[in-house]
């Protein structure tokens, strides 16, 4: 056990380890831009509509069932199934991606806007607020711990599973854990995980710091 | 894409069996994870500073790929039913652990105290007030491990278990969808069924909940 933490911090270290196209830092950079790329676009998807479903009130039942849907889904059926449909592309992996980071994102919004007083909203109504200053004066700032919560359970969850991309011969941290575990070379297999644990807890991190910086500006 | 039926009816031996198998590995999974977080749960609901601790733990746990656990179990427990066993545990302890410690929480302060005035003994609160109490939350937590589990399973296919995952790999090495469709369809069916069993059982079990509505 102590020989194989000391070859893993060997291979952390080294420098040959971190530069050209296997490189650590290539192989990082190819994480970043999958998880991040599809944690922006499940966003862009998922927030109008948790948004929608939480403001009017309709779709409660889609909302709900979406996210047991998405967790139930086999990530790496979903992968190859779009794989041998769309070919050798990078569609497989990002649209397991974004069907990953969807439902906890569609969920937590809507579950952030129920959360908010009804009472509140009855009275910026009452003083004359239009749906849409209701929805994004009252409403969205009030509901965004709960919305932050969901968007760094969907970051931590992509991250995670974009080692994937690695099956379906694309890059990214997976890489390390593929081939390792091809070449039965434990170091290696061990390095990209832990490489990836770093990756979301370091994003986990910097998602919260948003978090805090958002608040300090809400009206107390 | 089209569905190969012949095929699906040449198998159904095969299906159930992988379908058994993978049923078999969430369930353990699950019914290990919840031996596994009730009492760290206790621990983390009476000791504070414990609290934070085991829960970020449990939550560090959660961004390892699932993969890499399976692969960093393989020196310890080979390419067997246990390392997939113990791997998916791991991922569904992050959700017992978190929902067991909320449910627990979430048993007002004044019930508990009722319970000690009646000079109730801590461990029989917990076990017939806290616990009872807490099932609510608990019970989705299961929900949510068992659904997770049942996903994850096909995970384990990389290291040669995976019930119903060998139908992905099966059908991505011989470039046949038919398999991979099967394999996706029986996988939500068999977590759409466990998570309603789920749901009649918290039923069952808390009968107070049924007399006010």
Redesign the interface.
């Known amino acids: 056990m102590y020989e194989l933490f000391k070859n893993l911090g060997d291979w952390l270290v080294s420098g040959e380890q971190w530069t050209g196209p296997d490189g650590i830092g290539h192989r990082l950079a190819e994480h970043l831009q999958y998880s991040l790329l599809a944690t922006l676009v499940a966003t862009a998807i998922a927030l109008p509509l948790g948004l929608l479903i939480g403001h009017t009130g309709r779709g409660a039942f889609l909302a709900i069932n979406l996210v047991s849907f998405g967790r139930a889904l086999p990530t790496v059926g979903l992968v190859v199934l779009v794989f041998l449909a769309s070919g050798l592309s990078m569609w497989p992996v990002y649209v397991a991606l974004v069907a990953l980071a969807v439902p906890s994102i569609v969920t937590n919004t809507y579950a952030g806007m129920t959360a908010v007083d009804p009472d509140v909203k009855d009275a910026a109504r009452g003083q004359g607020m239009r749906w849409h200053q209701v929805l994004f004066q009252v409403e969205l700032p009030l509901a965004l711990p709960l919305i932050m919560t969901g968007l760094r359970l969907a970051l931590i969850q992509v991250v995670a599973t974009a080692t994937i991309a690695a099956y379906v011969s694309f890059g990214g941290l997976g890489r390390y854990v593929f081939d390792g575990l091809a070449q039965r070379d434990l170091v290696q297999v061990l390095g990209g995980a832990v490489l990836v644990a770093l990756v979301a807890v370091v994003l986990d991190l910097a998602l919260s710091g948003v978090q805090r910086v958002l608040f300090r500006h809400r009206p107390a | ?1 089209t569905i190969d039926w012949s095929w699906i009816g040449d198998h159904t031996d095969d299906l159930t069996t992988l379908t058994l198998s993978h049923l078999q590995a969430a369930l353990s999974a699950v019914l290990l994870g919840l031996l596994i977080s009730l009492p760290l749960a206790v621990v983390a609901h009476r000791i504070r500073p414990l609290r934070g601790v085991l829960l970020g733990l449990s939550n ?1 746990l ?8 399976f ?2 179990l ?2 310890v427990s080979g390419l067997t039913r246990t390392t997939t066993v113990v791997g998916l545990t791991i991922y569904t302890l992050v959700v017992l652990l978190r929902n067991t410690v909320e449910g627990l929480d979430s048993v007002p302060a004044k019930t508990k105290e009722a319970a000690k005035a009646m000079g109730t003994r801590p461990l029989r609160t917990l076990l017939t007030v806290e616990l009872p109490l807490a099932l609510p939350v608990i019970m989705a937590g299961v ?2 491990a068992t ?2 589990s ?3 399973v ?2 384990a ?2 290291i040669g278990d995976g019930g ?2 060998q ?2 790999t099966d ?2 090495q011989r ?3 038919t398999p ?2 099967v ?2 369809v029986l ?2 069916l068999l ?2 069924v466990a ?1 309603s069993l789920l749901v009649a059982v918290q039923y069952v079990l808390t009968p107070w909940k049924r007399r006010r509505a």
């Open positions: 894409m560090v959660f961004t390892i790929p699932s993969i890499a656990v692969v960093l393989l020196p929900r949510i659904v997770m049942i996903s994850l096909s995970v296919t990389y119903l995952g139908l992905f059908g991505f470039n046949f969808p991979v469709i394999g996706v996988t939500l977590a759409l998570d």
